[in-house]
Every structure is written in structure tokens, then in C-alpha cells.
């Protein structure tokens, strides 16, 4: 199975990293940049599930010339129209493209370019850092990818890549609901980002203050409802773990989109929180902590922009 990754970053590089290291066949989709350095270290991961240093195959866009088997996304959403075009030769007639974005709006434009048939559903749950030297760091203990078919005929190759999964050092989940894992995922990651970005703080700061937790007692609440309306509201179980979760006084847990923006990087507010936003409000709900959180990132991106300038 011909497998190619869309850059070797984070997310990207540590999924490919630990196929690559048991000896799948898996091409890097990269910059010149990152081509030399993978080149001359080997792509690093450094994780308490096991450090690797392995030589990996790159090729630059120019250079793609045929399809391959799997095309795993893991790009940024505001980075999504230039990466499908990246990919596009290596999308042929039986070719599965595997997203790993939040949210779900990005399925709409993947099918709109390659068509349903071609999409899966994924997620994943991962917490990675690439530093300027190149190196992978993995720093929890989860590194979860969840996939799956979005229409029948997508299943058996789904197992297919199950198997070629299953021997790396990652966990592998085939679900046949995927939809309903990536809104799983979605009202978790809405939530959380929603209010560590709007407090700059961490799950715990916030828990600690006096009305911080019914703040997000009522944000999740605000999330469930957005995913029931659109046909997708997650189980009793998983919402009272997602409530146990962003509520624990002692967790030092933030959302990626605010480390983003401690460094005054590009966020993708706009997947995460504005989409969940006009879902509800198309659907008639009343949702003011996430349209408070909306209009909190789009002041960060319209500073962001102005300094750009």
C-alpha cells in the first residue's frame, strides 16, 4: 500500500514517522527545506512511547506524478485550497484521501474536488510540537487516529488500511460511525478552545476561578446542543467526560489554537468556533459564550492581519 503524508510536520510527520520506522511504504509530500533536513537527520520523534530516527522517501510537488493508495491531510484549514492542489496527482481513480483536520466543514470542499466516494472520515487525537531543529515532539500519551468509511464502498479498503496501521506505534481506530466520532471530537475541541482562548488560560485556571466552571459547564452545553441539531449529539458517556475533563481544577490543558496565538501564529477560528457558530444559528439556538468566543478570535486575526501588514 502506497501511502503519501501532506508535509512532515506534527501531526503528519508523527503518523508517517511511526509507519515509516516498521517499514510501510510512505512518501512525504514536503518543502526543499524540509526535504534536506529529513535528508540528513532522518525524521526524529521523540515520544515516552519510544524515540526514532528513520530515513524517509520525499518528493517535492513538481515531482508527484502518480497515485497513490492512501493521501493522508493533515495540513492547516486555512492552508486546505493549496494543499489539494498539492496532492492532486496523487489522487488516481481508487486513491482514499484521509483528513485530519477539526471540524467538518473541510469535508465539503474535499468532496467538491475529488468527490465523496474518494473522502473518508478521520480525527485524531495527538498533542505535538516540531521544533526548529526539525525534531517531533510528542507530549502526551495519546496518539489516537480515527478513521473511517463515509459510504459503503469505502469499507473494505478502510480494513485494508487498518492493517498497515495496526503495526505501527500509534493507535488505529476503524469506526463505522465516523461522523459522529469527528463531532465527538468537535464539541470537545470547540469547547476547549473557545474559553482557554478567550481567558488565555488553562483548563485548570479557569476551573479555579469562581464562575469558570459553570462558564464551561455551559459552553460544552451550548456545543451538545449545535451537534444534536445537526443530527450528531454525543452519548451521555462521552459528554460527562469531556465535562470531567475541561472542568478538573488541576489539568494544565490549553487548545493548540492558543499556543497558536501566543506566538502570534495564524488560528483556524474560523473551523473550530465559527463554523460550530453558524450551525447553531442556522438550526435557531441561542449560543452567546460561543458567540462571545467567536468575536474574541476574530479580533486576534484582525490584529494578526494588521500586522502582517
Not at 32 to 44: F, H, N, P, S
Not at 165 to 191: C, G, I, T
Not at 232 to 245: C, D, N, Q
Not at 273 to 286: F, H, N, S, T, Y
Request: with cysteine.
Amino acid at each position: 500500500m502506497k501511502i503519501l503524508i501532506l508535509g512532515a510536520g506534527a501531526t503528519g510527520g508523527y503518523f508517517g514517522g511511526r509507519l515509516a520506522s516498521v517499514g510501510a511504504d510512505v512518501t512525504f509530500l514536503v518543502r526543499e527545506k524540509r526535504a534536506r533536513q529529513l535528508a540528513a537527520d532522518g525524521l526524529v520523534i521523540e515520544s515516552a512511547f519510544g524515540n526514532t530516527r528513520t530515513p524517509v522517501k520525499t518528493v517535492l510537488a513538481d515531482r508527484l506524478d502518480a497515485p497513490h493508495d492512501v493521501v493522508i491531510l493533515s495540513c492547516k484549514a486555512y492552508d486546505l485550497d493549496a494543499s489539494i492542489a498539492a496532492i492532486r496527482p496523487a489522487v488516481g481513480a481508487t486513491s482514499l484521501v484521509l483528513p485530519l483536520l477539526n471540524g467538518i466543514k473541510h469535508l465539503d470542499t474535499l468532496d467538491a474536488r475529488f468527490g465523496v466516494e474518494r473522502v473518508l472520515g478521520g480525527s485524531c487525537h495527538l498533542s505535538v510540537t516540531l521544533g526548529e531543529d526539525g525534531v517531533i515532539r510528542h507530549l502526551n500519551q495519546l496518539h489516537l487516529l480515527t478513521f473511517g468509511p463515509r459510504v459503503p464502498s469505502q469499507l473494505a479498503q478502510c480494513r485494508k488500511i487498518l492493517d498497515v496501521f495496526s503495526a505501527a506505534n500509534f493507535e488505529p481506530k476503524l469506526r463505522d460511525d465516523m461522523m459522529q466520532a469527528m463531532w465527538d471530537k468537535w464539541v470537545l475541541l470547540a469547547s476547549l478552545a473557545g474559553l482557554t482562548c478567550l481567558f488565555r488560560a488553562s483548563v485548570g485556571e479557569i476551573a479555579a476561578t469562581p464562575h469558570g466552571r459553570d462558564l464551561m459547564l455551559a459552553l460544552i452545553e451550548e456545543c451538545r446542543a449545535v451537534a444534536r441539531a445537526n443530527g450528531h449529539e454525543p452519548s451521555a458517556g462521552h459528554m460527562t467526560s469531556i465535562a470531567s475533563l475541561l472542568t478538573d481544577p488541576s489539568s494544565k490543558v490549553v487548545a493548540s489554537m492558543l499556543r497558536d496565538m501566543q506566538k502570534g501564529a495564524r488560528i483556524e477560528a474560523d473551523l473550530i468556533i465559527g463554523d460550530m457558530l453558524r450551525r447553531g444559528q442556522a438550526a435557531g439556538l441561542k449560543t452567546p459564550i460561543l458567540t462571545i468566543a467567536d468575536a474574541n478570535l476574530r479580533c486576534y486575526e484582525g490584529q494578526h492581519m494588521a500586522g502582517q501588514a
